[in-house]
Structures are given as structure tokens and as C-alpha cells.
């Protein structure tokens, strides 16, 4: 049976609701931990949420509409210092994301790059970062305490003699009991780690020889045998001849504390190395947008191809000379112009403003059917809602995505729209029966069109789900509440 995950409370500051959504998505898919996310999209929001309650990380955009740039990390900062924050930027931003973490964020993250592994990994670090940074001061706390308080470990040497009186703290230190360790320091230098002892020895004669103050870290092995770092500082007396007589000094353990600033080494040592690698990101992240921009060309070019096969073969032939020739490129130029200008029209109907979205489905489907060759039946009862001009329109595009999607990808021959009113819901549902797609698809970086569809639908408080099968078609089922679809909008 597997181990509970670990619930972590996280804040997310950021105004782009695409971003926003992204980030989510990214979180839901993170396997170590359960998130649980709150989102707000300015910077006064994010002070508020942190004085009323606890979250475990912050991802936090530099760019909100109430704050820009390094003072709105530093507002934050102010307001919860010690809440780990990690800054959310962009390529052109990075600088910024670098002076944060100087100011005291715990790491800083390109928003293109994130995805629920390097996310998860990020929080885990911002997380670790400062529970060691809090370890270190606490550390540092501690020292003084014991320094202010006398709770050091005191020691009081005789050069020439080597007796050494050593206090109960002392004694504690070292894991013994306050009569358990002789009075020698020969006794106590035996327990020094063998790399340090020349060290310790040689700082001690020069502090002796009057060269040099005494103050040293070394290692210790205590009664139990455990090794422990001591910090160790003293000062010798000396006669009228100059010899030493006496020297007094005290002990603290600051193992916790050298521990802590190890782990903040090697924290600096990665943060070096990522901005070392900063460059390398960059050329990774131009090599990306090319292949992108490379297929989105390629699928651009391969649709004008069959565009100008249909037009060629609706052409009448002509004369095999180059000045016929000539005539009928320019007839099939001006043939794909006005294609694409009756496409364009296609995407912005002015029927929707004039008539309503009834008529502006039902020219939309006539259209479709009559394209494409594919079956569609509707089930359309929009006369029946009062939509707004906001929703109209996004129900508009929503169905004209669903209808785009089911010809590029689905294969099919029967689609099913659906715009009903159900309670205090409406409802929209594109169902189509080609060859579906897996169970787990979901809006995201390689769905642009079902991400529109989605954010249309949260902009009017509703849902959009989606219920698929490899071989059994793909629906898209989108629930919107009636007050907001039917909401007055003053002129």
C-alpha cells in the first residue's frame, strides 16, 4: 500500500490566466506531493493570503498590475520573510529572477521551461533552501545565547603544568559527565580528529608566541564516539618575562551551524552552475520555438497545397504557351486571395452581432456540413437563454474550435452539438464519432485549441471536460452557470 502523499499549501501570484492555468496543470501532474493552490492575480491579494494563512511556497510573477519588477518580490519579502519564494519569469527576464534570489528568493524558474518534474523539483529546493537558512540562523542565534549567557564550555590552562580545569558545560559538550573527563589537556587534544590537531597546535603557538589571536574550528569525538565541530577562542597571560601563565578560553558546539553553511555552500555552487548554463537554456529555447514555428509552417504550407490542387483542377485548361501560362497563375493567385479572404470573413461572422448566436451556429454548422462532407446533428436551444454579448461570443468560438478540432484530428463522420438549458446551468456538447484520442489528453502546450476552449469557459465560471477513448470518438462537454451567460452588460 502506498505511503499518503504530502500535502503542501501553495500560493501563486500571477495575472495571465493562461500562465496561471499552465502552472496548474503542471502541479496536478506532480507525483511527489498533493498541492493544494491558491491563486490570486496581484501582489496585494498575495499579502493578504500569506497574514491569513500558512503556504508552504510561493510561485510568484515579477510582473502583476499592482507591482513590477524587483519591488514586488521585495514587498512580498517584507510582509513574510520567511515564506520560500520562487520568482516566475520569462527569457527576457532572467536578470531579475537572478537579483531575487541575492535579495533573499529561494530560486527563480522560466516560464516556458516549467513542467510538473522541474516544478516539483524547484519546490522541493526552495522548500530545503530555507529550512536551511532558518537552521543557520538559528544556529547563529543559539551562539550568542550561549556567549551573552555563559553557556559556553570554559576551560582554564596552565601552560607549564598542563593541569586544565574543564566546567560541567564543558564536560556535557563532550558527551561526559562533570567528573568523567581528567583534568589534562593532553587528555582532551588525544580527542581532536588527527586532521586537525597541527592546526589547532599551530594556531595555539602562535597565539603564545603573541602572533596571532586564538580562535579555531576543529573536529571532536565525543564519548560516544560521534564527531562534532567545536568553535574554540582563549587568551593567554603572560609574566613579566613574557612567558605564558595562564590561558582562558571556552568552547561552543557549532556543529548544527557548519552543517547549515555547508548546505548553503553547495545551494551557491548550483545556483553558479544553472547561471552558468543560462546561455545554453537560451539557445535550447530558440532551437524549440523554431521547431515550432517549423510545423505549424509545414501543416500552413500543406493546407495552401491542397487549396491550389482543388483550384487547379476547378480551372478550364488553356493554351500550352508561357503567356497562357501566365494568365492561369494569375487566375489561381487571385482564386487563393480570395479564399483566404472568405476564410477570414468565415472566423469573424458579422451575424452574430446582428442576429444573435442561434443563427450564427446554424450558419456555422451549414458551413461546416457543406465543406467538409460530415453529418451534424443539433440540438440547439440558445433561443431559450438570454446571452450576453461576452458569452455568446465565447460559446461562438467554442463550438467553432470543437468543429475545427473534429476536422483536423478525429476522422469522423457524424458530429453532435448540443446548446441546452438545464436549471441554473447552460450547457454546450460537442460529441463526434471518429477515432478518438487517450484517456488522459488534457488542454495544455500541444492542445492550444482546447486551452482557448477552456479559458472561455473560466472566464464565465464554468468547466470544460472531456471523455475519450482511443477508437471511441471525443466529446466535449463545457457547464456554465445562467447568471453569469445571462448577465446584463450595461452598454
Known sequence: MNAPLEDLCVLLVEDSPTDALLIREALADVMEFAPSVVHTPELSGAISCLHAGHFDVVLLDLGLPDSQGLDTFRALHLHKPDAPVLVLTGLDDMSSGLLAIQDGAQDYLLKREINPMLLSRAIRYAIERQRVSAVLAASEERFQLAVNGAAAGLWDWDPRSNAVYFSPHFCEILGYA??????????????????????????????????????????????????????????????????????????????????????????????????????????????????????????????????????????PPTEATPSGEIARLNTLIDQIVASVRRIASDLRPRMLDDLGLAPAVDWLIEEFAARYDIQVKTRIEAGEIAFNRESATAVFRMIQEALTNVVRHSNATEVRIDILRCATECIVSVVDNGCGAANEVRPGLKSFGLLGMRERAERLGGTLHIKTAPGRGFAVNIVMPLAIVEAYEPG
Do not use: F
Not at 294 to 300: E, I, R
Open 178 to 315: 562533570e567528573h568523567e573527563l581528567p583534568n589534562d589537556i593532553k587528555v582532551y587534544r588525544y580527542g581532536i580528529h588527527p586532521d586537525d590537531i597541527d592546526r589547532v597546535l599551530a594556531r595555539l603557538d602562535a597565539h603564545l608566541a603573541r602572533q596571532c589571536d586564538y580562535n579555531v574550528e576543529y573536529r571532536v569525538r565525543t564519548k560516544s564516539g560521534e564527531l562534532r565541530w567545536i568553535q574554540s577562542r582563549g587568551q593567554a597571560l603572560w609574566n613579566s618575562e613574557g612567558e605564558p601563565y595562564r590561558m582562558v578560553g571556552w568552547i561552543v558546539d557549532v556543529t548544527d551551524r557548519r552543517r547549515a553553511e555547508e548546505a548553503l555552500l553547495e545551494s551557491r555552487e548550483e545556483l553558479k552552475r544553472l547561471s552558468a548554463n543560462i546561455q545554453c537554456v537560451r539557445e535550447e529555447e530558440k532551437a524549440r520555438i523554431a521547431r515550432e514555428l517549423h510545423d505549424d509552417l509545414g501543416q500552413q504550407l500543406t493546407a495552401l497545397k491542397l487549396e491550389m490542387g482543388s483550384l487547379e483542377q476547378r480551372l
